[in-house]
């Protein structure tokens, strides 16, 4: 009998939460990562274009050219570790590397599998329009500017909240860590998925918890192995 090959979800958004957690440091660290916003401004332009570019090439050959794939993901990354330093989650004091690559050792870890297919025809409509439910959902979860000033969405507060338990109690709730990561997967998948990196439309779910349930392979049903009943004649 062979063996079924595992099967992983494209997308899979994995972070452990720090133990123990500075109970004041949560208050500055706007300012520590005035850095990385720096950088990660004019990162952001350039997976802007890169995504233009990889539109056309999948338009056109049906492929994401690898390399501005794993550029694309090393944005997405890094704007995900800092993310969870700072106000996307304030789940750990260690300071996010400069990297666009795979850090192992730090507690959030983002995945993005390689297509070497991709849907002409959806790559026309799923970035502005089959997305549009998720583009709802997720605005409450980051807030945006409104009346020029910018408003914090649900992940930001909620973060926030946790970080205040831990000023007054040292420990950072578990259920609001696991809820914020719920939040953070669905807008990461979401962000994927319009960025033209997958075809695979998000799930409308809050995946709680540090390791996504896409970091577990979902095993297809191998064929049956019961013996078939003779054909009649």
Do not use: C
């Amino acid at each position: 009998m062979t063996s079924t090959p595992a099967v992983y979800p494209p997308v899979r958004v994995d972070a452990a939460l720090d133990s123990p957690l500075s109970r004041w440091l949560w208050l500055v660290k706007w300012i520590l990562v005035i850095p990385h916003y720096i950088v990660l401004f004019f990162l952001w332009i350039a997976f802007f274009v890169v995504s233009v570019i990889a539109f056309f090439a999948i338009l056109f050959t049906e492929r994401y050219p690898r390399p501005l794939f794993d550029f694309n993901v090393g944005v997405l990354r890094w704007s995900w570790r800092v993310s969870f330093y700072s106000y996307g989650a304030l789940a750990t004091d260690r300071y996010p590397p400069f990297s666009l690559g795979e850090e192992p050792g730090y507690p959030a870890r983002l995945e993005i599998a390689y297509p070497e297919r991709l849907s002409r025809g959806l790559v026309l409509v799923k970035w502005w329009l089959l997305a549009i439910p998720h583009y709802i959902v997720v605005g409450f979860f980051v807030g945006g500017y409104q009346a020029r000033m910018w408003i914090g969405g649900l992940i930001s507060v909620l973060a926030v909240i946790a970080a205040v338990i831990v000023a007054v109690t040292t420990a950072y709730s578990r259920d609001l860590f696991d809820l914020i990561m719920g939040l953070n997967r669905w807008t990461l998948r979401v962000t994927a998925y319009a960025s033209l990196m997958t075809d695979e439309y998000p799930p409308f779910r809050l995946d709680m918890g540090g390791i996504d349930p896409a970091s577990q392979p979902l095993v297809p049903t191998p064929p049956s192995t019961q013996p078939q009943p003779p054909l009649k004649s």
